[in-house]
């Protein structure tokens, strides 16, 4: 049953993600910096409050835990989070730059090959095994985002930018879990505030004062990031890194699903091709999820029958 807690936590976080256009879009005349500096900044107050105040007794028991471990094993965790953070820190500044100054488009195809990279990097980093039906639905995804790619070569190099940074992300944390996932997160966005820091007054724009920033920023923090980034992390405790990634597709097929109803963008058959197979792609990567437990009450049954 907690197998199946792995798998909703990963897709609860790329469905919410799936929105993230509908907050980002309505402040797109700020400056992408000025909504990584005030989203990190926030992040973290809000992150270091809940710790502080509610997980006091988890922190001790982290610390005590990490305090406990060899030499070796503390510097492989120090490097992985401060390392995760600087990768964390690069795929929102892109990402943002990418929605707010590119095109909606450009982000949706981001997250398109990030699945695809994630699946790679963690077969050649990780060596995480894929059998033939998950590297037949890795081939249908690279087929899904060629398709969708033609006429938009200019959109290319910021989508694999944004894809690879997430999917190295994805990758470097599957193998830090020895510690509080969101403790982990709490400490990534304060090293990030802290690298970040020293250029806020140089790069910085004037203070906003409009609400809808504020309110736009209170969702891109709390809904958009802490969340959704919480259950991520969580997922890659029970689940390989090619698994979460595969699962990351739910995430465009929304941003296409709102481009359709909600922002009535026109749909072109290539693009209903590509997103079909997409669809086909993730039922095929968790073919054994989806239907091997009925596969095995089959068996159950037939044995029960032929006695």
Same mark, same amino acid.
Request: hydrophobic share 55%; net charge positive; with cysteine.
């Given at each position: ?142 087929? +899904?985002? =060629? %398709?969708? #790619?033609?006429?938009? $070569?200019?959109?290319? *190099? ?8 997430? &999917? ?107 997103? +079909?197979? =997409? %669809?086909? #792609?993730?039922?095929? $990567?968790?073919?054994? *999820? ?8 089959? &068996? ?8």
């Amino acid at each position: 049953m907690k197998k199946y807690n792995y798998y909703l936590a990963a897709f609860t976080a790329f469905f919410i993600w799936g929105f993230f256009s509908l907050a980002l879009k309505p402040i797109a005349s700020y400056p992408s910096l000025d909504i990584l500096f005030y989203r990190v900044f926030f992040s973290v107050v809000t992150l270091t409050a809940i710790n502080l105040i509610f997980r006091r007794k988890n922190i001790k028991k982290n610390w005590a835990d990490f305090s406990a471990m060899p030499k070796e094993k503390k510097q492989k965790i120090t490097l992985l989070t401060l390392v995760g953070g600087i990768i964390l820190a690069s795929n929102w500044l892109i990402f943002i730059y990418v929605i707010n100054h590119v095109n909606v488009k450009a982000g949706s195809l981001a997250y398109l090959i990030c699945p695809i990279l994630t699946t790679v990097f963690a077969f050649f980093l990780l060596k995480e095994k894929l059998n033939k039906w998950k590297w037949i639905a890795v081939c249908i995804s690279t087929i +899904s985002c =060629i %398709l969708l #790619s033609l006429n938009h $070569f200019q959109d290319i *190099l910021y989508s694999l930018l944004v894809a690879s940074t997430y &999917a190295l992300y994805l990758v470097s944390q599957r193998k830090n879990s020895e510690i509080d996932k969101f403790l982990i997160l709490n400490i990534q966005l304060l090293f990030i505030a802290l690298l970040i820091l020293p250029f806020y007054p140089a790069y910085s724009g004037a203070v906003p004062t409009e609400p809808v920033f504020y309110v736009c920023l209170f969702c891109i923090v709390v809904l958009f990031t802490i969340i959704p980034l919480f259950l991520n992390l969580y997922a890659l405790k029970g689940l390989d890194s090619s698994t979460v990634g595969i699962l990351m597709y739910t995430n465009p097929i929304i941003n296409f699903t709102l481009a359709v109803f909600y922002f009535k963008e026109e749909v072109s058959v290539l693009q209903m091709i590509s997103y +079909s197979l =997409i %669809l086909i #792609s993730i039922v095929i $990567f968790n073919k054994k *999820l989806l239907f091997g437990k009925k596969n095995k009450s089959k &068996a159950i049954f037939e044995d029960s029958k032929s006695k």
